[in-house]
Nanobody, 122 residues
Framework: QVQVVESGGGLVQAGGSLRLSCHASGVIYSINSMAWYRQAPGKQRELVAAITNGGSTNYGDSVKGRFTISMDDATSTVYLETNSLRADDTAVYYC????????????????WGKGILVTVSS
């Protein structure tokens, strides 16, 4: 019923930028929050950035000042502007939609995207 699909990943040189997008599709009434996580080879999945439907944001320490998260409630889309990319930003980036309420439903569920690869070459 709900699909979460990321786009915008790829290969970029160190110091460069990428804009990641994530769209949650379905007959969605509301989403409580959306977030980006990432997982590098051999490491645990970590929070990159999160945003609530009220606009409150939270960032992982390693990306503060370099990444910006934004959300378009009308289209259930979250964006991640990544700047000053470093080799250690290389990871699979996952989108997470929390508290997704479908039209006509009364409870929210959480969904993960399949992830997209961001590779930063040094």
């Amino acid at each position: 019923q709900v699909q979460v699909v990321e786009s915008g990943g790829g290969l970029v040189q160190a110091g460069g930028s990428l804009r990641l997008s994530c769209h949650a599709s379905g007959v969605i009434y509301s989403i409580n929050s959306m977030a980006w996580y990432r997982q590098a080879p051999g490491k645990q999945r970590e929070l990159v950035a999160a945003i609530t439907n009220g606009g409150s944001t939270n960032y992982g320490d390693s990306v503060k000042g370099r990444f910006t998260i934004s959300m378009d409630d009308a289209t259930s889309t979250v964006y991640l502007e990544t700047n000053s990319l470093r080799a250690d930003d290389t990871a699979v980036y996952y989108c997470y939609a929390e508290g997704v309420v479908l039209l006509g439903e009364h409870h929210g569920l959480n969904y993960w995207g399949k992830g997209i690869l961001v590779t930063v070459s040094s």
